[in-house]
């Protein structure tokens, strides 16, 4: 099992900042890939970003490249998401997620993350 807290949500202006971090316990964090995502009321929860085991691989959805960047540090077990530049849709309860991925294809799909953190809430005000 792993268990997984995120924290560093709030409420911020557009074009401000915000960092999220996700800090894991239970096995071993290196093992795994973690990812975030996000969902607002009535909508699917959404892949935001992927970090691979060593921090050496990212992946981003459209929506957020170049705003928005994941890191890593196994030492600590934790994982981050940095938004920059944020926007009013980018309101939404964020989660991480950790998973043993192992192809790129795969790290936007929810079904390839076998433990999930229980989110935080980020709102953007315009």
């Known amino acids: 099992q792993v268990q997984l807290v995120e924290s560093g949500g709030g409420l911020v202006q557009a074009g401000g900042s915000l960092r999220l971090s996700c800090v894991a316990s239970?096995?071993?964090?290196?093992?795994?890939?973690m990812g975030w995502f996000r969902q607002t009321p009535g909508k699917e929860r959404e892949f935001v970003g992927y970090?691979?085991?060593?921090?050496?691989?990212?992946y981003y959805a459209d929506s957020v490249k170049g705003r928005f960047t994941i890191s890593r540090d196994n030492a600590k077990n934790t994982a981050y998401l940095q938004m920059n530049s944020l926007k009013p849709e980018d309101t939404a309860v964020y989660y991480c997620?950790?998973?043993?991925?192992?192809?790129?294809?795969?790290?936007?799909?929810?079904?390839?993350?076998?433990?999930w953190g229980q989110g935080t809430q980020v709102t953007v005000s315009s």
């Open positions: 997620a950790a998973g043993r991925i192992y192809k790129l294809v795969v790290a936007g799909n929810r079904s390839s993350y076998d433990y």
């Open positions: 239970g096995r071993t964090f290196s093992n795994y890939a």
């Open positions: 970090i691979n085991w060593s921090g050496v691989s990212t």
